[in-house]
Each structure stands twice: as C-alpha cells, then as structure tokens.
C-alpha cells in the first residue's frame, strides 16, 4: 500500500534536525535545478557581457558552435564551478528562508503577512550570497573564458587572487546585494503564496503535489529574475571584467549607454531567463520540498514506529 503524503509533524522534530534536513534539500535541489539549464546559463552569461545584440537565432547559434569547435562537455563548462558554488548556496538559502521565517513567526500567523514573507526571502537571499559570493564569481569567470585560460575552479582563485587582488573575489557584491533583495523577496513571496493557495483550495489534507510545486516555482522564478534582471547584468559584466571597463555600478551603466544603448542592454538576455528561469527555480523548489518533507516524514517515523505503520 501506498504512503498517505501527508506532511510531516515537523513540531516533534528539534531545530538541528531541521535544520539539517533543509541543508540536505537544499543542496540536492540546487545542484540539479543548476545542472539541468546549464548551457542555458552560459549562453546567458556570454551575451550578458558582450555587445552583440541577443536574439533566441543568435543563442542557439551560439551553442551549436560551442558544441561544434570544443565537444558536447563544453557546453557544461563553469558547471563544476557552479556545483561548487550552487550547492552551499542552495543549502544555506533554503535553510535560511525557514530558519528567518521561524525567527520573523511567519509560520505563527493564520494568515501570513506579505511583508514578513517578502523579508524572509530577501534576507535569506543575502545571507547565502553573502557567503558564498566568491564561487559565483569564480562560475561566471570560468562561463566566459576557454579552458586554456582557467582550466580548473582552483586555478581561477589562484589567477585572480595573485593578478587581481583578493578585492576583486566581491567585486559586483553592491549590485548583487541590489538584485538579489527583490529577486528573493518575489520568488519565495510568489512561491509560499502560490503554495498556500493550492493546499487551501485543492488538497487542504495532504502535502502539495510535486507539480503544483513545480508550476508554483516556475511562476515564481519568471517574476523574482524579471524584478532584478538589470542588476544582474551589471553584476556580471563587473565580475568578469579584466581590463578595467567596468569598476563600478555607475561607470558599468555609462559604458553600457554608450557602447549599446541603456535599455537594450539592461535586458539583454532576458527572454532566455524566462526558458530557464522556470525550469530551474521549479525543479529546484519542487525538488527541495518532497526531499525535506520526505527526510523529515522518515524520521518523524522513526520516533513514531506505530504511527508510522498506521499511515501506511
């Protein structure tokens, strides 16, 4: 017979075990959200910092010719990097997000405040790109470079700690930060919002379904990186800038103005993140909550054998 998915008494559970289990989770989600629109994201990354103009011909053109001159693996290169880099972030993030709505009684309140919501995703957004900023700076150098300049993750920290100067592992961090608040805020906003508004209407007794979750994800993903796209431009362009076009926000903003025109260049790129932000913030949210709950579900049963054995 069938286990009734049901979601865990989280309440028998102590605050390590939570947050344990969410790290697990979180990691798992992340890395297989990011491997999944990997070729996706360097496509992405690449017309991000240069000035061709971005077009979907231009962007499949682009990974046709990848594929072509430096083999299928290529179009995964950075990924390494980003796997080193995702999976701390995902981790901490998620865990985070329960942790400050925990911290903010989100979860107290009957009918959750959207404001608390809001603040519980940007602040949880910050404190995982706060600690893990180095290895997004590190992926989108290794996204934009051939293997012969840096052929691995530890020789990027090597070139750009004795080049660059230890400074520049945060240099983009200000932008981020700017981006990163609404991006967080409007996707775990859209996402518990979404969620909470198919358990009460669907399926008030069970856990959501992996689907809802997914569909609740993939609409989240679209608005959270449509709200913050422009700073994620100017992130990356300062990230992998090595000669100097690009110190600061201002300067980023002028040089794009330009060389490109302002608005063009804000938002180049944009409709390749409406294909893999919602496939990658989906499967990742989907991915993160059946892990937990099921995490959570087996250990709930472990101290609650005759429980256990009455769900089933």
């Known amino acids: 017979m069938a286990i009734k998915a049901h979601e865990p008494e989280t309440g028998q559970l102590n605050n390590t075990t939570i947050v344990l289990t969410s790290l697990c989770a979180g990691a798992i989600a992340g890395a297989l959200a990011k491997s999944t629109i990997a070729p996706l994201e360097r496509t992405k ?14 962007a499949f053109r682009f990974l046709k010719q990848t594929y072509k001159q430096e083999g299928f693996t290529a179009l995964w290169r950075g990924n390494s990097a980003t796997m080193a880099r995702i999976v701390p972030y995902a981790a901490i993030q998620f865990t985070a997000h329960e942790q400050w709505k925990r911290i903010l009684n989100v979860n107290l309140d009957k009918k959750k405040s959207p404001e608390k919501l809001f603040l519980a995703g940007s602040l949880a957004g910050v404190t995982s790109q706060s600690l893990t900023y180095p290895l997004d700076l590190a992926r989108a150098r290794m996204a ?69 979750s997914l569909l609740s994800g993939a609409v989240a993903g679209m608005l959270g990186q449509s709200s913050s796209y422009p700073f994620d431009i100017i992130r990356r362009r300062m990230q992998t800038d090595t000669e100097g076009k690009y110190p600061t926000i201002v300067a980023t903003i002028k040089y794009m103005h330009s060389t490109e025109g302002l608005w063009r260049s804000m938002f180049k790129g944009l409709s390749m993140n409406w294909i893999k932000g919602p496939i990658a913030v989906g499967i990742s949210y989907a991915t993160y909550d059946n892990i937990k709950d099921s995490l959570r579900a087996v250990l709930v049963a472990k101290m609650n054998p005759e429980k256990g054995k009455k769900s089933l």
């Open 144 to 212: 934009v470079t051939k293997k012969t300049e840096y052929a691995s993750l530890r020789q990027v920290f090597l070139k750009i700690y004795r080049e660059e100067g230890i400074r520049t592992f945060y240099r983009g961090y200000i932008p981020t930060m700017a981006g990163v608040i609404p991006y967080a805020g409007v996707s775990f906003f859209t996402y518990d919002t979404l969620k909470q508004f198919f358990k009460d209407n669907f399926h008030p007794n069970s856990t959501v379904y992996p689907f809802t």
């Open 45 to 58: 990354i690449n017309f991000q910092i240069g000035k061709n103009p971005y077009s979907t011909r231009k």
